[in-house]
């Protein structure tokens, strides 16, 4: 499997996020560090600042493939052809409803419509992936005439696209399953509006598909899309892939400051909480070995293990903290240990330590 980055196309789509072309191109050696193996640099027909920023990504000489976004019209072509990437993202809704209302043209119409765009890219030496818009609402009858065609005139990929976030795993991975019979390698993109993104994407994979797409902090229209530190490490721990894990800290960080969208304080790998114990049963497991409670190392992620103290905690809470500050004294545990069950406070690190050291001077 393979990671393909849409904060640069997808992300920006979200509201209130816009790169600067500086940005664009930090954000793309950040990713590029990371590993992943497409970033989908942006419309570059949307603005200036857009076709500049990609252009500039361009310029980098990253590992990773660039690929810009492309309505099937040939003005939109010839504006990728000017940022000098490798691929480009041809999309176009095949569904009836988006036929008949949207563009007012036949299946055959939009069908030579798509082809002729494919051909002009690929003439222009271009990699081309077409993603029929909506395809989980779409009917077969209609993918399969599109699809087929495009076969015929040289598409390289295809993405499955989970435009409105409506799949559900089982049902989307069917849908791969049933498209892999083209013999095209296969991308997915799944929205996260019923909280499935994630699932409907490692579902598809299970099908045949080869690449899943994602985003920093899971950004995009509406709800977003597939966060990228939980695919990344999905990928890592189940696909046996190398993704350097402790770069997505900082990475989710450098979004957050770049687009004033602040991540939940329990959101997988990069929340806050992400590696917080809490429970005195699982505090006093945790500080044998981590594993008993935790899954994923907190060190390979470049994190800290945290032990949060208030009424649920419990005398391993409590010693965990003083030992690092070189109290031992378990008459100071006890005492200090009934003091915060009945104040029902939360003690910081410094805190219980002030009151440790305060009751140390009462028992001596």
């Known amino acids: 499997m393979e990671i393909l980055d849409s904060t640069m196309r997808e992300g920006e789509q979200s509201p209130c996020v816009n790169f600067t072309p ?19 640099a942006g419309h570059p027909s949307v603005s200036e ?8 990504m361009a310029a980098q000489g990253l590992k990773a493939n660039l690929l810009a976004h492309s309505r099937a019209r040939k003005e939109d ?39 002729e765009a494919v051909e002009y890219a690929r003439e222009h030496g271009l990699r081309v992936r077409f993603t029929p818009e909506d395809t989980t609402r779409t009917k077969w009858e209609n993918l399969e005439r599109v699809i087929t065609a495009l076969k015929n005139v040289g598409v390289e990929r295809v993405s499955v696209a989970d435009t409105t976030g409506v799949a559900y795993p089982l049902g989307f991975y069917s849908l791969v399953l049933r498209m892999r019979k083209f013999g095209i390698p296969l991308h997915v993109h799944c929205h996260n509006d019923m909280g499935l993104a994630l699932a409907n994407a490692i579902m598809g994979l299970e099908a045949g598909a080869i690449v899943a797409d994602a985003a920093v902090n899971g950004v995009g229209e509406r709800t977003g899309i597939v966060d990228l530190a939980q695919l990344a490490t999905v990928a890592n721990y189940h696909y046996g892939k190398n993704y350097r894990l402790e770069l997505l800290h900082p990475l989710s960080q450098w979004m957050e400051r770049v687009t004033g969208i602040k991540v939940a304080k329990n959101h997988p790998v990069v929340g806050e909480h992400a590696f917080v114990h809490k429970a005195g049963l699982h505090v006093a497991a945790v500080v044998q070995d981590p594993s008993f409670y935790e899954f994923l190392p907190a060190e390979t992620f ?48 410094r805190m219980l330590v002030e ?10």
């Open 355 to 364: 009151e440790a050291r305060k009751i140390e001077k009462e028992v001596m």
């Open 302 to 349: 470049g994190r800290t293990r945290e032990i949060f103290v208030d009424k649920y905690a419990g005398r391993a809470s409590v010693e965990y903290h003083l030992r690092r500050a070189g109290i031992r004294n378990k008459k100071v545990v006890e005492t200090l240990l009934r003091k915060i069950k009945s104040s029902g406070a939360v003690y910081t690190p």
């Open 22 to 40: 500086e940005q664009r191109v930090e954000l793309a050696l950040q990713l590029d560090e990371l590993g992943v193996e497409f970033i989908e």
């Open 77 to 115: 072509i010839d504006r990728v052809l000017k940022t000098d990437v490798q691929w480009i993202g041809i999309f176009f809704c095949v569904s009836d409803r988006c036929l008949s209302l949207r563009f007012r043209m036949s299946l055959d119409e939009a069908v030579d419509r798509i082809v």
């Open 49 to 56: 600042d857009v076709f500049q920023g990609i252009k500039m």
